[in-house]
Every structure is written in C-alpha cells, then in structure tokens.
C-alpha cells in the first residue's frame, strides 16, 4: 500500500533540503527521499582536494550559515557534508535515506513515485537529483580504441594513483583545472581545452559569480540585453591550487586533440601524445530518467518550465539543474530562492 503525502521530493542533497527547508515553513506535508545512505548529497563522492568556489559564509542553505572551516577560506567539500548533515538534523527535515526513485507515475488525481523501499502518492514531485549522476563523454572519434584507463570527474579521488603515469585532462572548466592542477608534479599532466583557459580574475569567486547569474536572468525577465551571466567573467575560478600550479607554469594547455588511439591522443597536426589514462573533465548532464514516459519533454527534447514548474504538468517542479530552473540554482548559494519560490508556488498548487 502506497503511503502518501502532499509533496514528494526526490533528492536528499543540498536543492532537496532546500526544498525541505521552504515546505517545512510553509507547513507543507512533504518527504525527502534520497538514494545515498547518509546525508552530504553528492559532496561524499567528490576528489578528496576539491575546494569550493567561495568562502563559507557566501555557500549557505537558507536559514542557516556554513561555518568557517579552520585554515580555509574556501571549505573542502568533507566540510561541506558535515554542513549538510547538521543542516538536515537541525532543522529535523523528513529525509528518508537509502532509498532509490526509480519512475513516477500519473495515478489518478495523484503521481505515484516508485522507489526500492514501496511507493508514495503525493499531489506534486519536486525533482532534485542533480546531475552527479549522469556524467556526460563527449564522442570523440577513437575513444573505444584506447587501451588505456578512462574515467570521468566523478571517479577521480587523488593524484596518488597516477603516480609517475602519463595523464591526459580534458576539459577546461573549473573541475578540469582543479583536477589537471591536482595532478600536476605527481603524473605526467596533458591537459587539453576546447578553447584557451579563461581564468577569471584572481580576487572573483562564487560570490561574484552569484551575483552575474542573476544579473542576468533579471535582464532576461525584464526583456533587456543579455548580459552574458558567468561566461562573460571567464571559465575557470582562480582557487588557491589552481592558482599556485598556473604559476608555477605547470598549467600549460593544449588545443582539443582529434582523435584517440590505442595508446594516447593525436591531434590534427599529426603530433600525437601517449597516455595511460585519459581523465574526462566534460560534465554533466540532468539525472531525470525517473521521469522518463511521462511526456514532459516538447518538441526539442527540453522540459519547458516557468520557474520550477513544468508548463506541461504544474504538478512538476525542478530545482537545482542550473540556471534552466534559476540563476546558480546548482550552486549551495544559489538555490535558496528558486528554493522559496518552488513552495510558494506548490502552496497556491495545493490550496
């Protein structure tokens, strides 16, 4: 027998508490269920010297500041899971752990969520799942050749493990550079960009960039210019590491190559690099395959949405996918208000 709720949202990490945080206030009836058995989201499973892109203070949930981590300006990504575990419990947020969302159903005047631990009815779905799940490799020509190792962002941990190895970083946005500044002096880095790295100037972080994404969903609302958002600043914030290995010169990149072969990379002008593993800094993509059959997707392939909310379905709310469903809403600062905004709105759905 299905249990049941006004509002399911599925996803336990930073936009799902965001969520819970707002419906909690609102006194909406909702629960949170979370694949991952303990709380921090996607952070538990992040390279061990990753940094954030701003001080604590300016990386916070709703209602409640990161603290400073000792010794850092910019937390390490373990001290944001201890943040978003303390920030569930301290605002007692119904997270149910360890338990998959597999598909959602239209059931009458009800959605139905199927999940490994029974079904739930709810009268709307937030979806929250981020993107950690569904990392994107671009189809480079030769990549099924290469006899070497081949991992995306979300299996790097430490250099340690390519020690003394010959190591191709693709990628030049800030998880290809902190990974290729990572690296450097311990392997033998390529690191190789589409375009030539764009650092943003040395004193910009996440603070700035916050406030440029919303500069510029404003002058898109108010049918003004665009200004160009984050990507008018540069690609790659400047954190200490990366800052410390560019330098030092160790961030020296090359053009795009054009193929793989069974043992590196060649590029157009016939010079050729070998590897022994080729890390894909080439992001990511929406995790939404729990929606899959429902018919939210227009013509394009794209979920249209005014909000968060699907204008197939209004029922349907998204959160924390990028500036599709608010500006840095993939961001712990960020998505705070789309955060709000999302309950409003489900509060006017429901009444």
Not at 20 to 32: A, D, K, P, T
Request: proline letters at 5%; one cysteine or more; aromatic letters at 8%.
């Amino acid at each position: 027998m299905s249990r049941r709720t006004d509002v399911v949202v599925i996803g336990g990490g930073q936009s799902g508490l965001a969520a819970g945080y707002h419906l909690r206030r609102l006194g909406i009836e909702h629960v949170i269920l979370d694949a991952q058995a303990t709380p921090g989201g996607a952070w538990q499973h992040t390279w061990d010297s990753l940094r954030l892109f701003s001080p604590a203070a300016y990386s916070s949930l709703p209602g409640r500041l990161m603290p400073a981590q000792d010794g850092h300006l910019y937390p390490d990504a373990a001290h944001v899971v201890s943040y978003l575990a303390d920030y569930e419990k301290r605002y007692e947020l119904a997270v149910q752990h360890g338990g998959w969302a597999h598909a959602v159903h239209r059931d009458g005047a009800f959605l139905r969520v199927e999940t490994d631990c029974g079904d739930w009815q709810a009268r709307a779905v937030v979806s929250a799942t981020g993107t950690w799940t569904r990392p994107f490799l671009p189809a480079v020509p030769g990549r099924r050749e290469f006899t070497g190792r081949q991992l995306h962002t979300v299996q790097y941990r430490s250099p340690a493990e390519f020690a003394g190895q010959r190591v191709i970083v693709v990628g030049g946005g800030n998880s290809g550079a902190q990974i290729a500044a990572d690296l450097a002096g311990t392997a033998h880095l390529t690191w190789v960009t589409q375009r030539p790295p764009r650092y943003l100037a040395d004193d910009i972080d996440g603070r700035a960039l916050f406030d440029a994404a919303t500069a510029r969903r404003r002058a898109l609302d108010e049918g003004r210019a665009d200004t160009g958002g984050v990507a008018s600043l540069g690609d790659i914030v400047a954190v200490p590491p990366v800052r410390a290995a560019r330098d030092a010169g160790l961030l020296t990149a090359k053009p795009m190559f054009s193929r793989l072969t069974a043992t590196g990379a060649q590029w157009a002008d016939g010079t050729a690099a070998v590897a022994d593993a080729v890390i894909w800094c080439t992001g990511f993509r929406p995790a939404l395959a729990h929606l899959a059959g429902l018919r939210l997707r227009g013509s394009r392939g794209h979920i249209t949405t005014s909000g968060t909310g699907s204008l197939e379905d209004p029922r349907f709310h998204f959160l924390g996918y990028g500036d599709w469903t608010g500006p840095a809403s993939a961001t712990l600062i960020g998505v705070g208000r789309p955060a709000r905004e999302t309950a409003r709105q489900l509060r006017d759905l429901l009444a």
